[in-house]
């Protein structure tokens, strides 16, 4: 009575837990995201990858993706209409107001620098020209055509830059996209394309998938179970254990962060498939223990079950675990959250599987096998007649096929995982096709400083584009000699001389979003050739790289060439990573060992329990092989998972074998009447694992219908290697497990060990040592901050400061160090003369001192009333042009400094506040904030620190227009100049943002000294 009372209250107890839990874990699954994108596929802190980061910071390149929406207009039209360009130029513009953008760039606002009869025109290229030349000069444009406009001109595209964005926020923004392309140009088919797109859409096609998969795998297992049970307890216990580990396993994913992947979109089928095997296994224990003693109660039949049952679980379920587990070997995010994942359901599968049987099965009525399902295996009857035969034949076929799996096909393509005819996949072909293609690929050539000034290697750099645009598979080309034909200033293709290169390199810095910063780095001596190449196979796009490799090296042999970008660097990665996790399924294997070695307490034991588990990923290389299937890290992980599912059965059969072993006390091996009673068992929870994972041949992507294929064929040659090759490899070698002398017994274990230990050492992967974490700058001293009481108006501020600052002329030498991202800098040294006679009467001329290639050349800019003209002197050609364009946003000659970073009056044309006051070592500041969101081109609000004592800038922080920190700018070393006046000698400005910086010095100051507006003309441009 009391063993009763015990057994039932623990079956309470445990369901009571299981039901609570589960309760509880629904609250999580809202948190539960979907995630995907090819990063996740790359290993952390490759050397390639950071080539890449790099060459990224050197050419100002964004790190993040952009969107590309492609806009098809009639077969009977073609872009180049007005009234199409202008609705292009207006949603251009549109968009690169939206939330989480950076800029955006089509055919309608490519910028650079154009020579007309009008002038130079530094801005948009289009509208430079005259319309009846848009369609001739944006087809033969490198910088436009195909990229902006496919070659035939129905096909225009907009490259949406975007920032760092989460998943919901990039759906969102994926989906205004769509919808405000598509009111703004109703004319067009629009499609929105590009890596975030196939991000996005991806993501919410795991979604709808996923549900799939759980409502597919439930109804296979429920077929199979129906099969093989007459009544309805064990459906009803095998449902409840299924939406409990689901449930469990999902919280505990969403809870620790881990996002559902393309990968682990199989997380749900995975868990459904292990626990009903689970259960399969033990209600069939159950029905024949009830058939062996059918005498006995159904609570003691349950206990006996689960006594005799719980152990192979457990081992069979730690087995599939250890196969999950090697796949943290690997430095991919991905597969390492997939193999944590993986194991996790595994492991939660069977606390589950393990607490609710008992319960379930003691409070339902007992499991009713049909027939079939629990009589004895009598087909292992004709194995046994030719076992020996069997044997040969398996192993020699497996050898075979392990043969022909060293010529695998490593052919994949990057995107032919996507839906086909799903918008997102059209819109790739689209690009891909008529774009200019989808895979980036960068050719980096490096030489001495300015070495790019020199017009011998713009002409040689010119001749290598024109061979790499007839090289098959490559879609689009730009690089440098494409930028300095399209300014020809000279009436010259390419520029004649040093000092016209850098003049085109001086105009092109005027422009808001100088394309030259992309291809040029910022001390001349690296360039880079952008080359765009189609979604070719894995080795042709690698013999491409190649190939354009080894042109560039011939072209110049006696300078530094690299190539980088995702086509140099992500099939080579991805082939590393897919040998790696082929090959190296030794991993798991070992560990399985180990664990085999404690649970029989036996080497012996342990190594022939792997030798049937070698038979799957044998047939898999053959099959790859002979099928050529491209191979990606998503098929070769099917090598670690297939492994540790396929010792499940072996497993059982062992375990049986060896209770037989210990019940009889006999030293023969009974290996039929193991066979006899594990068989069908064995083989029915295989089929069930069979009807799971066929669900994934009807999922929406090609690499899960792959994926579940192969998965099918590693559990069948699992079948072939446990159900057919372990029993009559035992029967013909019966010594393999017999009883031996200890001396024998020594001698092979010794041997056995020795291979682990060769097999440890080959497969050891030595632990990297991480660098001690240390201090990155002295520790500052202590300041103490008081806040005091508001004492004066933003009014009285300004004023005060306007009348330290004001002056009605001015003349000052300025160095200026520009400095990029990656440590690089450049340095530009000129004298400035300004004149402001009235409150709209302004001008400023600037004057190159250095470097030597610009000296002389000279720039005007005046404004008169609302009116602005811009003049430049060009020393080459000594001749005076006037500039039009747009070009009021970008820095001043490509460094971080802008004309509204010094324009402090911002008080009247903005609201401004006082934010705070506060004394820090015995000096008063005040900070004065500005809304200047309708005012300012970059900007959202400034903050100004201003010294309360002088009233003199000190500080400014620049926010952008979604309210981040863009710009810091720090003035110091005032010096006080006559009238009262004063000026800060050193100005230091950091984007914050895109990590580059400019240091500017000012020298030889003169104020008020009397400039007379004759000397601001564009005549004296000329004069020395």
Same mark, same amino acid.
């Given at each position: 009575m009391l063993r009763r009372i015990s057994t039932r209250t623990l079956a309470i107890s445990s369901l009571a837990a299981v039901i609570l839990l589960t309760l509880l874990s629904l609250f999580a699954l809202p948190r539960l995201q979907t995630q995907y994108s090819l990063k996740q596929f790359l290993p952390k802190d490759n050397p390639l990858?950071?080539?890449?980061?790099?060459?990224?910071?050197?050419?100002?390149?964004?790190?993040?993706?952009?969107?590309?929406?492609?806009?098809?207009?009639?077969?009977? /039209?073609?872009?180049?209409?007005?009234?199409?360009?202008?609705?292009?130029?207006?949603?251009?513009?549109?968009?690169?107001?939206?939330?989480?953008?950076?800029?955006? *760039?089509?055919?309608?606002?490519?910028?650079?620098?154009? /020579?007309?009869?009008?002038?130079?025109?530094?801005?948009?290229?289009?509208? +430079?020209?005259?319309?009846?030349?848009?369609?001739?000069?944006?087809?033969?444009?490198?910088?436009?055509?195909?990229?902006?406009?496919?070659?035939?001109?129905?096909?225009?595209?907009?490259?949406?830059?975007?920032?760092?964005?989460?998943?919901?926020?990039?759906?969102?923004?994926?989906?205004?996209?769509?919808?405000?392309?598509?009111?703004?140009?109703?004319?067009?088919?629009?499609?929105?394309?590009?890596?975030?797109?196939?991000?996005?859409?991806?993501?919410?096609?795991?979604?709808?998938?996923?549900?799939?998969?759980?409502? *597919?795998?439930?109804?296979?297992?429920?077929?199979?179970?129906?099969?093989?049970?007459? /009544?309805?307890?064990?459906?009803?216990?095998?449902?409840?254990?299924?939406?409990?580990?689901?449930?469990?396993?999902?919280?505990?994913?969403?809870?620790?962060?881990?996002?559902?992947?393309?990968?682990?979109?199989?997380?749900?089928?995975?868990?459904?498939?292990?626990?009903?095997?689970?259960?399969?296994?033990?209600?069939?224990?159950?029905?024949?223990?009830?058939?062996?003693?059918?005498?006995?109660?159904?609570?003691?039949?349950?206990?006996?079950?689960?006594?005799?049952?719980?152990?192979?679980? *457990?081992?069979?379920?730690?087995?599939?675990?250890?196969?999950?587990?090697?796949?943290?070997?690997?430095?991919?995010?991905?597969?390492?959250?997939?193999?944590?994942?993986?194991a996790l359901s595994i492991t939660v599968g069977w606390v589950v599987t393990t607490a609710l049987l008992l319960p379930l099965m003691l409070f339902l009525r007992g499991a009713k096998a049909r027939e079939w399902a629990w009589s004895k295996a009598r087909w292992g009857l004709y194995l046994f007649r030719r076992s020996g035969v069997w044997t040969l034949a398996i192993l020699f076929v497996s050898l075979g096929l392990a043969l022909k799996g060293q010529s695998l096909s490593w052919?994949?393509?990057?995107?032919?995982?996507?839906?086909?005819?799903?918008?997102?996949? $059209?819109?790739?072909?689209?690009?891909?096709?008529?774009?200019?293609?989808?895979?980036?690929?960068?050719?980096?050539?490096?030489?001495?400083?300015?070495?790019?000034?020199?017009?011998?290697?713009?002409?040689?750099?010119?001749?290598?584009?024109?061979?790499?645009?007839?090289?098959?598979?490559?879609?689009?080309?730009?690089?440098?000699?494409?930028?300095?034909?399209?300014?020809?200033?000279?009436?010259?293709?390419?520029?004649?001389?040093?000092?016209?290169?850098?003049?085109?390199?001086?105009?092109? +810095?005027?422009?808001?979003?100088?394309?030259?910063? /992309?291809?040029?780095?910022?001390?001349?001596?690296?360039?880079?050739i952008s080359v765009r190449t189609q979604d070719l196979p894995g080795n042709e796009l690698h013999s491409l790289v190649e190939n354009l490799r080894s042109k560039t090296e011939k072209m110049f042999p006696t300078m530094s060439v690299k190539v980088t970008g995702m086509g140099s660097t992500?099939?080579?990665?991805?082939?590393?990573?897919?040998?790696?996790?082929?090959?190296?399924?030794?991993?798991?294997?070992?560990?399985?060992?180990?664990?085999?070695?404690?649970?029989?307490?036996?080497?012996?034991?342990?190594?022939?329990?792997?030798?049937?588990? $070698?038979?799957?990923?044998?047939?898999?290389?053959?099959? *790859?092989?002979?099928?050529?299937?491209?191979?990606?890290?998503?098929?070769?992980?099917?090598?670690?998972?297939?492994?540790?599912?396929?010792?499940?059965?072996?497993?059982?059969?062992?375990?049986?074998?060896?209770?037989?072993?210990?019940?009889?006390? +006999?030293?023969?091996?009974?290996?039929?009447?193991?066979?006899? $009673?594990?068989?069908?068992?064995?083989?029915?929870?295989?089929?069930?694992?069979?009807?799971?994972?066929?669900?994934?041949?009807?999922?929406?992507?090609a690499m899960n219908r792959i994926f579940g294929f192969y998965m099918l064929l590693s559990m069948l040659a699992g079948l072939v290697g446990d159900l057919i090759l372990l029993p009559t490899m035992l029967k013909s070698c019966p010594w393999l497990l017999s009883p031996v002398k200890w001396k024998k017994e020594k001698i092979m274990a010794t041997t056995g060990a020795l291979i682990l230990a060769f097999s440890i050492f080959a497969y050891h992967h030595s632990a990297k040592a991480q660098p001690t974490a240390g201090p990155s700058s002295a520790r500052k001293p202590a300041q103490t901050t008081t806040a005091i009481p508001s004492a004066f108006t933003v009014e009285q501020i300004g004023k005060e400061m306007n009348s330290r600052i004001t002056t009605k002329d001015e003349e000052f030498t300025v160095h200026m160090k520009i400095i990029e991202a990656d440590g690089s800098s450049k340095d530009r040294e000129m004298r400035i003369w300004r004149i402001s006679p009235g409150k709209k009467d302004h001008s400023l001329m600037v004057r190159m001192q250095k470097p030597a290639d610009l000296k002389g050349t000279a720039l005007l800019a005046t404004l008169k009333g609302d009116k602005e003209d811009k003049w430049v002197y060009l020393p080459s050609t000594k001749q005076t042009r006037r500039l039009t364009g747009e070009n009021s946003k970008g820095g001043i000659l490509g460094s971080e400094l802008s004309a509204e970073d010094f324009d402090f009056n911002r008080d009247q044309s903005a609201a401004t506040t006082i934010k705070k006051e506060f004394e820090t070592n015995g000096r008063k500041y005040i900070i004065l904030e500005s809304d200047v969101t309708s005012t300012s081109a970059n900007y959202s609000k400034v903050q100004s620190y201003v010294a309360a004592s002088e009233f003199l800038p000190v500080k400014a922080e620049c926010y952008d227009k979604q309210g981040k920190l863009l710009k810091v700018i720090e003035f110091s070393n005032y010096k006080k100049l006559a009238g009262n006046k004063w000026r800060a000698e050193n100005i230091k400005i950091r984007n914050v943002q895109n990590k580059r910086g400019t240091d500017i010095t000012l020298s030889d100051i003169k104020l008020n000294q009397g400039l007379k507006a004759s000397k601001f003309t564009p005549k004296s441009l000329a004069d020395d």
């Open positions: 990858l950071k080539e890449d980061e790099k060459s990224r910071q050197a050419f100002q390149l964004s790190e993040v993706q952009p969107f590309v929406i492609t806009a098809q207009v009639a077969e009977t /039209n073609d872009w180049f209409d007005k009234s199409r360009i202008d609705a292009l130029a207006r949603l251009t513009d549109l968009l690169a107001h939206f939330p989480g953008v950076k800029n955006t *760039l089509s055919l309608a606002t490519v910028q650079g620098a154009i /020579n007309s009869d009008q002038g130079l025109s530094v801005g948009p290229l289009l509208k +430079s020209l005259p319309t009846d030349k848009w369609k001739s000069e944006s087809l033969s444009n490198p910088l436009i055509s195909p990229t902006l406009i496919s070659k035939d001109g129905k096909t225009a595209s907009i490259i949406v830059n975007i920032q760092l964005l989460n998943n919901h926020d990039l759906k969102d923004l994926r989906q205004n996209l769509e919808v405000t392309a598509q009111a703004s140009m109703p004319f067009a088919k629009i499609q929105i394309g590009g890596t975030p797109a196939v991000q996005t859409d991806v993501g919410a096609l795991l979604q709808s998938e996923i549900r799939n998969f759980v409502v *597919l795998g439930v109804i296979a297992c429920f077929i199979v179970l129906g099969l093989i049970f007459a /009544n309805w307890s064990p459906l009803i216990i095998s449902f409840i254990v299924i939406v409990c580990a689901n449930i469990l396993v999902l919280a505990i994913m969403a809870l620790a962060g881990f996002p559902f992947s393309i990968l682990s979109s199989t997380i749900p089928i995975l868990t459904t498939v292990d626990v009903v095997s689970l259960c399969i296994h033990t209600l069939l224990r159950y029905a024949e223990e009830k058939k062996a003693a059918p005498l006995k109660s159904h609570e003691e039949i349950v206990r006996i079950t689960i006594r005799a049952i719980i152990k192979p679980n *457990l081992i069979a379920s730690t087995t599939t675990m250890i196969g999950f587990l090697s796949l943290l070997t690997t430095n991919v995010p991905l597969i390492r959250d997939y193999g944590v994942t993986a052919s994949a393509r990057l995107f032919d995982d996507l839906p086909g005819n799903h918008q997102v996949r $059209l819109s790739t072909e689209t690009i891909d096709k008529k774009l200019g293609g989808m895979i980036p690929v960068d050719i980096e050539i490096e030489g001495q400083q300015d070495a790019w000034n020199e017009p011998r290697l713009i002409e040689n750099l010119d001749t290598l584009l024109t061979d790499i645009r007839q090289t098959p598979g490559v879609g689009s080309v730009v690089g440098l000699p494409d930028l300095v034909a399209a300014a020809n200033i000279n009436h010259l293709r390419l520029p004649a001389s040093r000092g016209s290169t850098a003049e085109i390199f001086f105009l092109y +810095s005027l422009s808001s979003e100088s394309p030259l910063k /992309n291809f040029l780095n910022a001390n001349s001596s690296r360039t880079r992500i099939h080579h990665l991805n082939n590393d990573l897919s040998h790696e996790l082929i090959f190296g399924f030794w991993q798991s294997m070992l560990a399985i060992v180990v664990v085999l070695m404690f649970v029989f307490k036996s080497l012996r034991w342990a190594l022939v329990a792997c030798i049937p588990n $070698l038979v799957p990923p044998a047939a898999l290389l053959g099959f *790859l092989a002979v099928s050529e299937t491209p191979i990606k890290p998503s098929v070769a992980i099917i090598f670690s998972i297939a492994l540790g599912l396929a010792f499940n059965n072996t497993v059982y059969l062992l375990e049986r074998l060896r209770a037989i072993q210990k019940n009889t006390k +006999s030293r023969v091996l009974d290996i039929e009447k193991t066979l006899w $009673l594990e068989g069908n068992p064995c083989l029915i929870s295989s089929l069930t694992l069979l009807a799971g994972f066929s669900v994934f041949m009807a999922s929406y992507f």
